[in-house]
């Protein structure tokens, strides 16, 4: 190989190499491992339509998870949603939380840098953005929101060195949602117009990780 085609392959490999460090949008959730909490061992498991079509539509037919999502309706409803994720580009991955083993929420892992979401608010690189439903009602109202939030947050920061803050935007009118965000760390930094809703914005930061 000539000199002159060593110089193009080094400058092809520069070129390329913030490329291929962007190419995993989110760092590979199904690598984050598993978070200790008092609820028990914690961990994310990206969906497969395949398998969980069945629990997932479930879910959000149930009418207190159908008030906030808008996805109740037959299988194909929560498909779509779940398609337009698993076919895109990496930017948001929906996930099962399993606790102890027993699938039992759905989380949305985004981008949030990325996402229509950061033209309401000042994004900085690599913010990661987050969504969750408790799928069984018997789990609501005691606590447990707060217990995976933190968690959750904790897989991001330990598993996404470039990102500094975790975002959330839960709908203002969902009180105990709100306030699971408080009590894990996060703080209500405004309140923002969405499209389909008027949302809180709730921030946890790397820097605070520790002390909230």
């Known amino acids: ?19 291929l460090a962007e190419a995993d949008l989110l760092d590979s959730p199904a690598d984050w491992g598993t978070a200790a909490t008092p609820e028990g061992a914690f961990r994310l498991e990206p969906v497969r339509l395949e398998r969980d079509l069945e629990l997932l539509t479930g879910w959000m ?16 409803v929560t498909a779509a949603h779940l398609r337009a994720q698993l076919d895109g580009d990496g930017r948001s991955i929906p996930c099962l939380g399993l606790l102890d083993s027993t699938p039992m929420s759905y989380w949305e892992i985004y981008r949030a840098d990325l996402d229509p979401l950061s033209r309401h608010y000042a994004a900085r690189p690599h913010d990661t953005g987050i969504h969750l439903l408790i799928g069984d009602g018997t789990n609501r109202g005691r606590g447990l929101g707060t217990a995976l939030l933190r968690a959750v947050a904790d897989l991001v920061f330990d598993n996404r060195p470039r990102c500094t803050r975790v975002i959330a935007e839960p709908d203002i009118r969902n009180t105990p949602s709100v306030s699971a965000f408080l009590n894990s760390g996060f ?22 990780r520790n002390l909230l």
């Open 61 to 76: 037919n149930d009418p207190a998870v159908a008030s906030y999502w808008e996805l109740a309706g037959p299988a194909s």
């Open 1 to 19: 190989m000539s000199s002159t085609d060593d110089t193009v392959e080094l400058h092809l490999t520069a070129e390329l190499l913030p490329l």
């Open 187 to 208: 703080r209500s930094s405004t309140e923002i117009d969405l499209p389909e809703k008027r949302a809180a914005l709730m921030i946890r930061e790397r820097a605070l």
